[in-house]
């Protein structure tokens, strides 16, 4: 039986287009300083640091034993994950592990990537197979999603796109650690510059520097470090095929087996959950544009296909809505890919405490739920909760 | 299409990975290499708890987990702690071998630097034996500013 | 010594150039031949669910590693199911420069079964359209056994929107 775990401190950088003024390693100990800050707690009070980027965005092998200067991991237990964009979503996973094994008692999830010492787009193209899909990438930014939308819905469905970032931007314009802060108007986003046809710029996520730090702590440790623990109540990850080909043909022939839908469907069977809409308070959702969040929404919260264009339509994913959908902007204003699943679960804990500031949501946050998405088309989910499980 | 054809001579794909990349080295290792470039002048940082000097410098001490901002001159000579002789070529080498790196501890120092040891036979190199930094005429500011280290 | 640290911030130049040889395996490995030898593309069934696998490989993922059965030659003729054009010219990894814009993908249903992502011709939205019927365009010479073998696909016939 796994010992219940408790997320009891958060840190992060202001995540920023440019840190020419710091290298990897002191960015990432500006989010640990920050999460121990917060925990108050002393690099000494962890037991073990699990660390994770996507390596070929700044081309350091193995950047962990580097990052041993900045995150604390000197002479502790550790280990390194990388799953593509999940990294993040996966490190918030193994640090649940780690705890709730009864191996440590406290563990410190190290997710970060400094975008502007690559080239992001090259680095997501590597990760295609080399005998066949590599020389065909473009990377993140597919405009299939978007084709199959619009083909779908038609204008409303490009209005709906302009919609949803319009709301980005105005949380992140209340969140000070985002990246692209300014709000933005329907026409900045319907005439931004075309990347991969119909996906244009305002609709895709930056490239962002940036750390994002969670400790988490075992049931007795948390009740004496915080009065606030954010409990990590389950999570799924659900794999999908490597092959792209096949992966975007699941939308349309076989589209029962999405990982998205077969992961959220695991998560609410295992927590009882019928109607994710009604029963979850927020959802942080890992959506790198906002046609993929159009999408794979009806998948995560089991509407039919284009339910969720009614929900943004009708202000309910707002911040001040009855489902708020990505009150810290999401990762269309900030996507330092290693750190950004776990800025989900780090953004997801921050509602539940009431600590998000601005850009706290106003209902009252019991239940929240954070997605992670990467490689080709994998998910991961977390359920958090303000009541013990 | 039969099983004899899954037993032919396996096919290789020649493939490549080439990325330009470009690592931002933050303000205090820029401070180090600028002092390099600009005045051939070699500095650490000093720990405020623990107090040893990093050389190279950094900002966060790894034992400690603080902030350093002392920063310390050392001295261009020092002594070799450990060495070895690179005979094999491989593609990633700066230099053609054989060559010898070392591990060297300049005075003022509580760390060793990773650099070359030049101009001495290799049955002559010994641990302990003193050296000193050759800098180049033409520096960019970085760690190759200084050429090698030579035999006191 | 000022204790400040520097206002001029350093950067370092860094180039990864890595040459791999890749092995493709006795499956894929038979469909780079064909390819390379008789301009032919092969995939293989899977026995259990019945799916048509392209590339051919040696197990079927989806039904949790049933191990494939038959090979299937299959067309080089297909229908677009989506299509990107791209306009961002990314850094190549394969290459370490800019990919030429724009430029054309598309996920093509091959007729009779399977599926490839290959370059599309031309790389223009408005003559390019999900359902539209294609045709692959082959290196004549200098074939080596990738999926490069097959430049690009391009409409069969002049389709009206």
């Known amino acids: 039986m796994a010992r219940r775990v408790a997320i009891v401190g958060i840190g992060q950088t202001h995540h920023q287009a440019h840190r020419e003024d710091v290298n990897q390693v002191e960015m990432v100990n500006e989010a640990v300083t920050a999460a121990l800050e917060d925990a108050q707690l002393r690099i000494k009070d962890i037991d073990c640091v699990l660390h994770g980027n996507m390596e070929l965005f700044e081309g350091v092998h193995q950047p962990d034993m580097w990052h041993v200067d900045g995150d604390g991991a000197y002479l502790k237990s550790g280990m390194r994950l990388t799953t593509g964009g999940t990294t993040g979503g996966t490190i918030a996973c193994a640090a649940y592990n780690h705890v709730a094994s009864g191996l440590f008692d406290t563990v410190m999830a190290v997710g970060w990537e400094k975008q502007e010492e690559g080239h992001t787009t090259t680095g997501i193209a590597a990760m295609a197979d080399p005998l066949w899909d590599r020389r065909l990438q473009t990377g993140a930014i597919s405009g299939m999603t978007a084709a199959t939308m619009i083909r779908d819905f038609g204008e409303r469905a490009g209005e709906v796109a302009a919609m949803v970032r319009i709301r980005d931007g105005e949380n992140a314009s209340r969140n000070p650690y985002a990246h692209l802060r300014n709000k933005v108007t329907r026409e900045e986003v319907m005439n931004s510059y075309m990347l991969v046809h119909p996906i244009r710029l305002l609709h895709m996520c930056p490239q962002s520097n940036g750390a994002c730090v969670l400790i988490v702590a075992s049931e007795e440790k948390a009740g004496r470090i915080t009065e606030k623990p954010v409990w990590v109540k389950d999570h799924v990850t659900t794999h999908m095929e490597a092959m792209l080909n096949e992966t975007i043909l699941m939308r349309d022939d076989l589209a029962e087996w999405a990982s998205m839908r077969v992961c959220a469907r695991k998560l609410y069977k295992r927590n009882g959950i019928t109607n ?70 780090a953004e997801a804990a921050l509602q539940i405490r009431g600590d998000a500031g601005e850009h706290q949501v106003d209902k009252e946050v019991k239940t929240a739920m954070a997605s992670a998405f990467g490689g080709t088309f994998w998910t991961i989910l977390h359920l958090l909760s303000k009541e013990r499980p | 299409m039969t099983e004899e054809s899954l037993q032919e001579e396996p096919l290789v794909v020649h493939g490549k990975l080439e990325i330009p990349f470009k690592q931002f080295v933050g303000a205090v290792a820029s401070k180090f290499l600028i002092e390099l470039r600009d005045n051939k002048r070699i ?58 790196y070392g591990i060297i501890q300049l005075d003022g120092a509580d760390t060793g630097i990773v650099h070359f040891i030049s101009g001495v036979d290799h049955e002559n190199l010994r641990v302990g034996m003193r050296v000193q930094a050759v800098f180049k005429e033409e520096r960019e500011g970085n760690i190759l500013d200084i050429k090698h280290f030579k035999r006191l | 010594m000022a204790k400040k640290a520097a206002d001029e911030y350093l950067v370092m130049p860094y180039l990864v150039s890595v040459p791999c040889n890749f092995s493709a395996g006795p499956y894929m490995g038979r469909l780079l031949r064909e390819m390379k030898e008789h301009k032919k593309l092969w995939g293989n069934k899977c026995p259990s669910c019945g799916r048509i696998m392209f590339p051919p490989r040696a197990v079927c993922g989806q039904c949790h590693g049933v191990e494939a059965g038959d090979w299937v030659e299959l067309s080089d003729k297909g229908t677009i199911f989506a299509f990107d054009v791209c306009y961002y010219p990314y850094i190549d990894p394969s290459t370490g420069q800019p990919k030429a814009v724009p430029w054309a993908r598309g996920v093509i249903q091959l007729d009779g079964g399977g599926a490839l992502i290959h370059f599309l011709e031309p790389p223009d939205p408005d003559k390019l359209h999900p359902g539209m019927k294609v045709q692959a365009v082959w290196k004549e010479e200098g074939r080596t056994g990738e999926m490069m073998d097959i430049l690009y696909f391009q409409p069969i016939e002049e389709d009206k929107r």
């Open chain 1, 276 to 345: 994710p809409v009604n029963e979850i308070d927020l959802f942080e959702m890992y959506d790198p544009m906002v046609w993929m969040e159009m999408e794979w929404a009806d998948w995560f919260l089991l509407l039919e296909r284009g339910g969720y264009l009614k929900l943004v339509e009708d202000g309910v994913t707002d911040r001040n809505g009855s489902f708020p959908v990505n009150p810290s902007g999401g990762v269309v204003t900030t996507n330092p890919i290693g750190a950004t699943a776990l800025i989900r679960v």
């Open chain 2, 43 to 100: 500095f650490g940082m000093r720990c405020p708890e623990c107090r040893l000097v990093y050389v190279p410098p950094r900002s966060i001490c790894p034992k400690c987990m603080c902030r350093m901002d002392e920063w310390v001159e050392v001295s261009d000579k020092g002594t070799v702690l450990t060495y070895s002789v690179i005979n094999y070529k491989e593609p990633t080498q700066p230099v053609e071998p054989p060559f010898v």
